[in-house]
C-alpha cells in the first residue's frame, strides 16, 4: 500500500488506477480507505440527512432506474405537484426533531422551473436555513441565474448525480446527455454551492464503467463536497426491474475506492442501505462513508426504518457498563 500518497488530493486519476484500486484485496482496500479516511474525519463522526420528495412524478426524463419518470407507465406512483411551503417546513422541523442536521429536498423536474414554483422552493431553503440546518436541494437541469439566486437564498449544497460513467450513461438515459449534466454542475460550482454528485451501481454497468464515474467526479478542482453512492432499488415496472441485487462487498469496494479517490469528501451511504445488514452497513463505514439518509423512504422508495437506525448508532456508540473481562472458573 502506498500510504503517503493516498494523503494527498488529486485530479488526474485513470480509470486504470480506480481500477485497480477497486479490485485490490477487500482488507487491504478496507484498510487502506479507512487510514485516509482517519486522516481527514473523525471515524465517529456520521452526518444524519433527511430526504423529501417536494415534488413527485411525471418527470419527462427516461433514466431506467426511477419510478417518477413518465414514460414508466406501468409503476404504481401517485404523482403529487409541488408541496407547499408550510408542509415542506414542517417535516424539516420533525427531521430535525429526529437527529437529522442536513434536509433534502427533491422535485422530478427535468430542469428547475421558472416563476412561482421556484420562489416558492427559494422559501423552503430559506427556512430550512432557519431551522439551523444544512439545505440540499435537486430540482434538475440549473442555469447561472438560478444557481445565484439559490445561493442568496443560504443553499448549502445542489445535488446533481452523474448516475454512471460517460461510456455507459446512454444505455440507462437518452433524454438528457453527460454533458448536460456537467454544464449544471459547471453553474453550481461557478455560484460557489457545494456539489452533491455521485451515483448508482447495480444498473448492468462494469466496474470500469464505475470507475469512469469516480474519475469524472475526482476531475473537479477542487473535488464534489459530498458524493452519495446508491445501490439500485429495482421497481417494478421500470426497465431495470429484474437487475440482481448488488452484492454488498461490492458495495463496500465502492465505497473504499470512492473515499481514497476523494479523500476530504463526504461520502454517503445512500438508496439501497434498506436491504443491508446492520454489519454490513458498518463496513461501509469502516471503509469511509460518513453520511446516512435518516427516515423510512428516499423520494419515493424504502428507506431503513428509524427504529432500525437507532439500533445502528446505539452499536457504534461507546459501550458502557462492561468492563471487558469475564470471571475465571475453578
Not at 446512454?170 to 459547471?186: A, H, N, P, V
Request: glycine share 8%.
Amino acid at each position: 500500500m502506498n500510504a503517503p500518497a493516498d494523503f494527498t488530493l488529486r485530479h488526474d486519476w485513470t480509470v486504470e488506477e480506480i481500477v485497480a484500486i477497486h479490485d485490490a484485496p477487500l482488507l487491504e482496500l478496507v484498510a487502506r480507505a479507512s487510514a485516509v479516511h482517519r486522516r481527514h474525519f473523525d471515524p465517529n463522526d456520521v452526518q444524519k440527512a433527511a430526504l423529501l420528495s417536494i415534488k413527485t412524478g411525471g418527470c419527462p426524463e427516461d433514466c431506467s432506474y426511477c419510478p417518477q419518470s413518465a414514460h414508466h407507465r406501468e409503476v404504481k406512483l401517485d404523482r403529487v405537484e409541488l408541496m407547499s411551503v408550510d408542509d415542506v417546513l414542517g417535516a424539516a422541523k420533525t427531521a430535525r426533531e429526529a437527529g437529522a442536521d442536513r434536509f433534502c429536498m427533491g422535485a422530478a423536474w427535468r430542469s428547475a422551473p421558472e416563476g412561482a414554483r421556484f420562489d416558492a422552493v427559494l422559501q423552503m431553503v430559506r427556512g430550512v436555513r432557519e431551522l439551523g440546518m444544512e439545505a440540499c436541494v435537486t430540482l434538475g437541469m440549473l442555469n447561472r441565474s438560478q444557481a445565484d439566486r439559490l445561493v442568496e437564498a443560504g443553499l448549502t449544497a445542489y445535488n446533481h448525480n452523474l448516475d454512471t460513467g460517460p461510456e455507459f450513461y446512454g444505455e440507462i438515459i437518452s433524454t438528457r446527455s453527460y454533458q448536460d449534466r456537467l454544464e449544471t454542475l459547471k453553474a453550481v460550482r461557478g455560484a460557489g454551492i457545494e456539489m452533491c454528485c455521485g451515483g448508482i451501481i447495480g444498473m448492468g454497468e462494469s466496474v470500469k464503467d464505475r470507475a469512469g464515474m469516480l474519475q469524472t467526479l475526482a476531475s473537479f478542482d477542487p473535488h464534489p463536497e459530498s458524493v452519495p453512492i446508491n445501490t439500485l432499488v429495482a421497481v417494478e415496472g421500470t426497465p431495470l426491474a429484474q437487475q440482481e441485487p448488488v452484492d454488498a462487498l461490492d458495495l463496500v469496494r465502492m465505497i473504499a475506492a470512492t473515499r481514497i479517490v476523494m479523500p476530504k469528501s463526504r461520502v454517503r451511504l445512500s438508496a439501497g442501505r434498506s436491504f443491508l445488514s446492520r454489519e454490513a452497513q458498518i463496513l461501509c463505514l469502516v471503509a469511509g462513508a460518513n453520511s446516512i439518509f435518516y427516515g423510512e423512504k428516499l423520494l419515493t422508495t424504502g428507506n431503513a426504518g428509524v427504529t432500525e437506525d437507532d439500533a445502528l448508532f446505539s452499536a457504534l456508540a461507546e459501550r458502557k457498563g462492561a468492563s471487558g473481562c469475564s470471571q475465571g472458573r475453578n
